[in-house]
């Protein structure tokens, strides 16, 4: 009897669907400002994603979550928020968590092909995790002044 209780109050608490029209991405950053990535760096998706080279490295992407308590977890100090559509005005580029889910199987396809198919699968249960999205910055000319417009404190 117990099982079946906790079951429906499972069901009960479910969130909501992330919806990109409306509700927005969530990144953990520094308490001033949010990290600028590099438009030229390694466009790896996994490399990205299992954060090979540790903090510092270079990266076209920004990572981002559907939901801020996830978002708290990389903060070093802030939980940044944006919009799909506000980051779209500005050149960059979303890749979706269910995007990126499809990229990463085997060993992986596109921007996500990687050697070793461990990692792949790694990095998928990742975003799966974290919720994870990407903002892509490639396309963008100015990335310290776009992020300076994408991102507002939470």
């Not at 510092?56 to 308590?69: I, N």
């Not at 060993?107 to 990407?134: C, I, S, T």
Request: hydrophobic content about 35%; aromatic content about 10%.
């Amino acid at each position: 009897m117990l099982g079946l209780t906790l079951k429906r109050k499972e069901k009960m608490t479910a969130k909501k669907k992330w919806r990109m029209s409306k509700d927005p991405l969530y990144r953990g950053d520094e308490k001033d400002s949010v990290c600028v990535p590099n438009p030229e760096a390694d466009d790896s998706i996994v490399r990205h994603i299992m954060y090979f080279e540790g903090p510092g490295r270079e990266t076209p992407y920004l990572s981002t979550s559907e939901e801020y308590e996830l978002a708290e977890n990389f903060s070093n100090g802030s939980v940044w928020k944006t919009f799909v559509r506000i980051a779209r005005k500005e050149s960059v580029l979303h890749i979706s968590r269910t995007e990126l889910l499809a990229l990463m199987k085997r060993n992986g396809k596109g921007k996500a092909k990687w050697p070793n198919a461990f990692e792949v699968m790694q990095a998928r249960r990742y975003v799966e995790q974290w919720g994870e999205h990407l903002l892509d910055f490639q396309k963008v000319g100015d990335p310290s002044e776009v992020t300076k417009k994408i991102f507002s404190k939470s």
